[in-house]
T-cell receptor, first 114, second 118 residues
Framework: EAEVAQSPRYKITEKSQAVAFWCDPISGHATLYWYRQILGQGPELLVQFQDESVVDDSQLPKDRFSAERLKGVDSTLKIQPAELGDSAMYLC????????????FGPGTRLTVT | AQKITQTQPGMFVQEKEAVTLDCTYDTSDPSYGLFWYKQPSSGEMIFLIYQGSYDQQNATEGRYSLNFQKARKSANLVISASQLGDSAMYFCAMSLAAGGTSYGKLTFGQGTILTVHP
């Protein structure tokens, strides 16, 4: 069964360092989402891609966060510099189209900033 | 903007009993989808069930059913015959269907922690 891949699964970094997360969606899925989930809360969208184009990045802190999906397949989310408040689970999801269809989630990357 | 409200921070149920997890939503868009996801302690979001806003019948998937009351804007999840493995965090979520102003992305509630007792 096809799955969304994410790496690393866990990351510990010091404040002010750079960190990057990788996501490989299910083959053929045009829409890719990055969500951030703070402990005890529901996930919140950071950025949404349709193929290689950004559809929604209104909640992405653009002074320190960047995201790209250069060839419309896999994607990288970067934080530079990391802050203590960035400690969270970062979830990647993909869907065939951007509609009310089901999104398939990866295992997530749990980030701890010390 | 759409909003999802889950008012039960935690729920307890005896194994083999049924349990209802509450979810209310708010949107002015007529075309939307409602989802329930399960998140075990490992962190992965597992899709459980989907209900479209124009669906006439309540969705069912095995032991999961969605009690959709459109006029009340509620989409409660019913788990029948609870199992120990059902212990997890459960999230209700909504997305606007194609054509909406912000279609695709999921808006999640705060979640409900379900604990199943033997």
């Amino acid at each position: 069964e096809a799955e969304v891949a994410q790496s690393p699964r866990y990351k510990i970094t010091e404040k002010s360092q750079a960190v990057a997360f990788w996501c490989d969606p299910i083959s053929g899925h045009a829409t890719l989402y990055w969500y951030r989930q703070i402990l005890g809360q529901g996930p919140e969208l950071l950025v949404q891609f349709q193929d290689e184009s950004v559809v929604d990045d209104s909640q992405l802190p653009k002074d320190r966060f960047s995201a790209e999906r250069l060839k419309g397949v896999d994607s990288t989310l970067k934080i530079q510099p990391a802050e203590l408040g960035d400690s969270a689970m970062y979830l990647c999801a993909s869907s065939l189209v951007a509609s009310g269809d089901e999104q398939y989630f990866g295992p997530g990357t749990r980030l701890t900033v010390t | 903007a759409q909003k999802i409200t889950q008012t039960q921070p935690g729920m307890f149920v005896q194994e083999k009993e049924a349990v209802t997890l509450d979810c209310t939503y708010d949107t002015s868009d007529p075309s939307y989808g409602l989802f329930w996801y399960k998140q075990p302690s490992s962190g992965e979001m597992i899709f459980l069930i989907y209900q479209g806003s124009y669906d006439q019948q309540n969705a069912t998937e095995g032991r999961y059913s969605l009690n959709f009351q459109k006029a009340r804007k509620s989409a409660n999840l019913v788990i029948s015959a609870s199992q120990l493995g059902d212990s997890a965090m459960y999230f209700c979520a909504m997305s606007l269907a194609a054509g909406g102003t912000s279609y695709g992305k999921l808006t999640f509630g705060q979640g409900t922690i379900l604990t199943v007792h033997p």
